[in-house]
């Protein structure tokens, strides 16, 4: 897993509210996936399948991080993390991580110019949602990183 430490926020725990993630990726496969290990792990999961709909749905809910795929049609990851985080100062320090296929030096490179805050490869499964869950949440004083 491949992250940007001067794009990571604290995310605090807050023992009795569930926190709430996005799940943003065009393949309906790959989002219950994401669902069902997150669910799990009792976090509550909103999916949007496309970029426009990600946009759209941050505008009235709020989450305390994203996992966005970079290859959809229309609109792909890279361009809607660069809108979301132009939306307001408040989504410009909310955790964007890219679930991808694409982890190249060059792709990681491209993520984290677009505001993507780490990459975390494609499959996702426990593991990988265990390492994420484990940055998001790291008892740091300061980063999750």
Request: aromatic share 4%; glycine share 6%; hydrophobic share 35%.
């Amino acid at each position: 897993m491949l992250i940007s430490p001067q794009r990571c926020e604290t995310v605090v725990d807050q023992p009795d509210t569930k926190k709430k993630i996005l799940v943003v990726d065009d393949d309906e496969t790959n989002r219950l996936v994401v669902r069902a290990l997150m669910e799990r792990r009792g976090y509550i999961v909103v999916e949007a399948d496309s970029g426009q709909t990600a946009l759209d749905t941050i505008k009235t809910d709020d989450f305390d991080f994203i996992l966005m795929d970079l290859s959809m049609p229309g609109m792909d990851g890279f361009e809607t993390t660069r809108r979301l985080r132009s939306v307001s100062d408040d989504l410009d320090n909310l955790p964007i991580f890219a679930l991808t296929a694409h982890t190249s030096r060059k792709d990681v490179e491209k993520c984290l110019e677009a505001g993507l805050n780490g990459v975390l490869p494609k499959p996702f499964d426990s593991h990988r949602a265990d390492q994420l869950l484990s940055l998001i949440n790291a008892p740091s004083g300061g980063t999750a990183c």
